[in-house]
């Protein structure tokens, strides 16, 4: 095997890195490794930042049985549970983020998807909110089909967000009330109906960095180049309850190898950035180059304000990277 360098230069001329060569680079020292993925960062991606936020558009009694999530009906969590939001709700929280700077919103509601008569309202919303600003909007809503797709789209909406949450091997032990196959069918009937795909996972929940690696590979293999890497939050009355938070260098080392799996993407730190003693920062100087800012869906976040000064402080500049 080769060095860092030798690999940073493969990269730029469009070498694609195997799982072999990551479970090799990612035991580098850490900081060649994120020094190294941070170049990569910049001569794919220029100094732009994508920001987004996020809403829980629709809260708790959730069908599914993931281990990780406060919203699921099978565990006993401490959350506020409603319906589908009203259009002045959602307009309103859009009109307040894109008045401080922030460039995507994102709309998530809870459950396997969503009936059609969230779909019409949820349709109704979006079209007020593109008349009220001109923030890029996203929807998080589920297994959705391409016709329900269609008519977000119609409606003003750009892209869809559906985590994969993990490798193939390991998403049964944190799932088993749908599949990696069903997200894969949602995500390709969104790119059937002409819609941009965000698609990551949640590291920490003890998982291999095999398995990580695998899921950067299938992100990689569906063409998708918006990736949230969320740090698992234990809470409370879930069965991750009681997981230990992940160290702040293993997050790095993470950040790192996916930027060197997907050379060209937005990776975007998620939730449990504020976990990190410095929010996120040093991911953001290991090839990070995306959040989500303020509250996420039932934990508390890192505020607009401060993230732009993070941002900042970095030498990155708020832009939307449709890469």
């Known amino acids: 095997m080769k060095s860092l360098t030798c690999l940073e230069e493969k990269i730029y001329e469009g070498y694609l890195m195997t799982k072999e060569e990551a479970l090799f680079y990612v035991q580098f020292p850490i900081e060649e490794l994120c ?13 732009g930042f994508d920001i987004c936020t996020i809403i829980n558009g629709k809260s708790g009694r ?10 699921s009906a099978y565990y006993h969590t401490k959350i506020d549970e409603y319906s589908l939001l009203d259009s002045d709700t959602l307009v309103n ?34 079209r007020k909110i593109k008349d009220a600003c001109s923030i890029e909007i996203c929807v998080s809503c589920g297994l ?18 559906n985590n994969l949450e993990a490798s193939r091997n390991f998403f049964p032990n944190i799932c088993t009330t749908h599949t990696t196959e069903d997200k894969i069918a949602a995500i390709q009937a969104a790119k059937a109906a002409g819609m941009q795909v965000c698609s990551g996972g949640i590291i920490g929940m003890g998982e291999t960095m095999a398995d990580r690696i695998d899921l950067a590979l299938t992100l990689r293999n569906l063409d998708v180049h918006s990736v949230p890497i969320n740090v698992l939050n234990p809470i409370p009355g879930t069965p991750l309850g009681d997981q230990t938070p992940l160290d702040p260098l293993e997050i790095r080392r993470t950040v790192a190898i996916f930027r060197l799996l997907l050379p060209k ?15 996120g920062k040093s991911c953001f100087l290991s090839g990070a180059n995306a959040a989500i800012s303020g509250d996420m869906l039932t934990t508390s976040g890192i505020s607009i304000e401060n993230d732009m000064k993070i941002i900042d402080e970095c030498g990155f500049t708020p832009k939307l990277l449709n890469l």
């Open 62 to 71: 959730c069908s599914e049985n993931c281990k990780f999530c406060a919203q």
């Open 93 to 126: 929280q859009a009109v307040y983020n894109a008045s401080r700077g922030v460039l995507r919103y994102s709309i998530v509601t809870s459950g396997r998807s969503l009936d059609d008569s969230d779909i019409a309202s949820l349709c109704n919303s979006i």
């Open 144 to 161: 959705l089909t391409a016709a329900q797709y269609r008519l977000l789209k119609n409606a003003g909406a750009s892209r869809i967000h």
């Open 35 to 47: 020094e190294t993925a941070d170049r990569v960062r910049i001569h794919f991606c220029g100094a």
């Open 265 to 279: 993407s937005a990776i975007r730190l998620a939730g449990g950035r504020g976990l990190m003693p410095d929010q």
